[in-house]
C-alpha cells in the first residue's frame, strides 16, 4: 500500500508511539483488503464505548495512548447512562470503570455525546470518506447522504480518527457502490411507525435465504416458504415489493420478482 512521505514518518514513530501503533492498525488493514492507498476523512464515530465491551484489557489500552483525535470525532453509546445510572441497578464498580473508559476517550479529544447518529452532529456532504462504526449510522451515511464509510471496527475507527485517514478500499471506491438489489416499494394503504423497518427486514430475508447463486449470477432474487417473515400485515395494509437486480450496462431490464406483504 501506498504510503506518502507524512505518512511513513508516522509509520517509524517520528510522531510518537501512539500515531506509530495507529498507523499501523490502518496500514495492517489495508494490507488484508489490498488498499492502494489512505485517504483523508472528515469525521469518525468511535465503538468499543461500553466497558462491558472492551472490558479491564481494553480500558488498559485505551489509557496507553498518547494523543488527539485529527478530525471531528464522536462516541458511541457506551454501557450505561452518563446520568442517573443508579436507577437502572448499574453496578458500582462498572460505573466507576465505565467513567475510566469515557475519561479516556475524552483524553483523547473524542466528543462524548455517545450517539449512534453523528450525522445530527456535523454536517455530512455528499461524497465525504468518513470512519464510522455504527452500522445504522453507516447506512444512513452512505445511502440518504451519499458519504462514503465502510462499517469500522472500534480500534479501526478509532486509528482513522487519530491519523486522519482510513484505507482506500471497500464502499469508499465508486465502483463498489453500485447497488447489487434494487427493492422497489409500492406503498399501499396501511403506515406506521414499524413501517420502514418491516419493508427492511421482509426483502432482507427472502434475499439472504433464497438469492445466494442469483446474485453471482445476476439473476432476480427468488424467495422460498422458509424466508416467509413471520410477521402478517392486515389485508388492508398490503403494499408489493418488487427484488430484481439492477441492469447492467449495455443488458436488458431484468424481469422483476414481485413480493407481496
Known amino acids: 500500500m501506498y504510503l506518502d512521505t507524512s505518512d511513513e514518518k508516522v509509520l517509524a514513530g517520528e510522531f510518537g508511539e501512539t500515531p506509530q501503533k495507529m498507523m499501523e492498525i490502518l496500514v495492517a488493514l489495508g494490507e488484508v483488503y489490498e488498499a492502494e492507498k489512505l485517504i ?37 453509546p457506551i454501557g450505561m447512562p452518563q446520568e442517573g445510572w443508579r436507577e437502572f441497578g448499574i453496578k458500582e464498580e462498572f460505573a466507576r470503570n465505565q467513567a475510566l473508559v469515557v475519561e479516556a476517550y475524552r483524553k483523547l479529544g473524542i466528543k462524548l455525546e455517545c450517539t449512534c447518529t453523528p450525522y445530527y452532529l456535523n454536517i455530512t456532504e455528499y461524497g465525504e470518506h468518513l470512519a464510522w462504526s455504527e452500522s445504522s449510522a453507516v447506512a444512513y451515511a452512505n445511502s440518504v447522504l451519499g458519504a462514503r464509510t465502510n462499517r469500522e471496527g472500534g480500534p479501526s475507527a478509532l486509528a482513522a480518527a487519530i491519523i486522519g485517514k482510513t484505507p482506500y478500499y471497500g464502499l469508499h471506491i465508486v465502483a463498489n457502490r453500485r447497488p447489487q438489489v434494487v427493492v422497489e416499494v ?24 433464497g438469492s445466494r447463486s442469483s446474485r453471482a449470477s445476476g439473476r432476480t432474487a427468488t424467495s422460498s416458504r422458509r424466508s416467509e417473515p413471520r ?10 415489493m418488487l427484488i430484481r437486480s439492477p441492469p447492467r450496462p449495455g443488458s436488458s431490464r431484468l424481469r422483476p420478482t414481485t413480493l407481496s406483504g
Open 40 to 76: 483523508p476523512i472528515t469525521s469518525a464515530q468511535v465503538s468499543g464505548a461500553s466497558y462491558k465491551t472492551i472490558g479491564k484489557w481494553g480500558l488498559a489500552w485505551l489509557q496507553s495512548l498518547d494523543a488527539r483525535v485529527a478530525v471531528p470525532t464522536v462516541l458511541n
Open 186 to 209: 409500492e406503498e399501499g394503504t396501511g403506515r406506521g411507525p414499524t413501517t420502514g423497518g418491516r419493508s427492511g427486514m421482509s426483502p432482507g430475508r427472502r434475499w439472504e435465504t
Open 231 to 240: 410477521w402478517r400485515r392486515p389485508a388492508r395494509s398490503r403494499s408489493s
